[in-house]
């Protein structure tokens, strides 16, 4: 019996530790791409990251840092958008990390740190921290940094190790991709109604100073909106009377007799 009570309560700490009991599981949240390496969604719903807005899109780095206090290797840096160095002789082509070693910078020396599509976030179970990690063969870290500074920096620890300060770092710091963005439909609804205005605007002063009409003869086209109520229910009228029916009651037009010859 003892070893029965044994195993029991060797099971149910087990359950407990492991966050299951009742089919509860308390595992640590992970960041998962939206679209690309340039953003992630909590899986717990607590935010977004979006680093969109730090890297460059011209093909240069949008960070050139040398570790080591100004003496060690440099190191450049570009999320979201690949960039070439055109000293490299083609070694850091299309990255998103690159390695220039202090030795020489005249075509050789260069590594290949990461690319964009070799890349994902990952949540540091201890901690909860949040790095971008790339592998080119060996993994590059670099942890991304809350900072609600408009400022963007970047720091070099090791080629391993690196960390980017950023207010794109913290969750919905900035904004997802097509996140908060109009869609189509609202774009041609705020295009149309824009023109409409400009039409009204600009014919109410085309009226005034050519012909000097002043009041409600100011609306340019005044006949044809005044009318514009009865055509639409003249319309309404003629799709919608096939649909009611020969109901006497339901006919909304008096139809023609037919003569006979």
Known sequence: MDMVHADLGLLLTSVLL?????????????????????????????????????????????????????????????????????????????????????STQIGIGYSNLGKQNHSKF????????????????????????????????????????????????CKNGCSAPGAHSLSTGSKLDIAFFIL???????GALYLKAVVGAQGTDLIIHKTFWAELPGLIWDGLCFFLTPCLGHRAGNRMYTPIPSSNH
């Open 122 to 169: 990952e949540i540091e179970q201890s901690s909860g921290k949040l790095s971008l990690v790339y592998n080119e063969g060996t993994p590059v870290a670099i942890e991304l940094r809350c900072n609600g500074k408009s400022k963007h920096t970047f720091a070099v620890t090791s080629s391993t190790s690196m960390s980017l300060n950023s207010k794109c770092a």
């Open 18 to 102: 492991q966050g299951g009991w009742f089919g509860v599981t308390f595992s640590s949240p992970t960041c998962d791409p939206i679209v690309n390496s340039c953003s992630c969604k909590y899986s717990d719903g607590s935010g977004v990251i979006d680093l969109t807005l730090v890297g460059r899109q011209d093909g240069k780095p949008k960070f050139n840092v040398i570790a080591g206090d100004g003496v060690g290797d440099r190191y450049e840096f570009n999320p979201c958008f690949p960039f070439t160095d055109p000293l490299s002789g083609g070694i850091c082509e299309n990255v998103a990390v690159c390695q220039v070693h202090a």
């Open 196 to 202: 409409l205005l400009a039409y009204f605007v600009v």
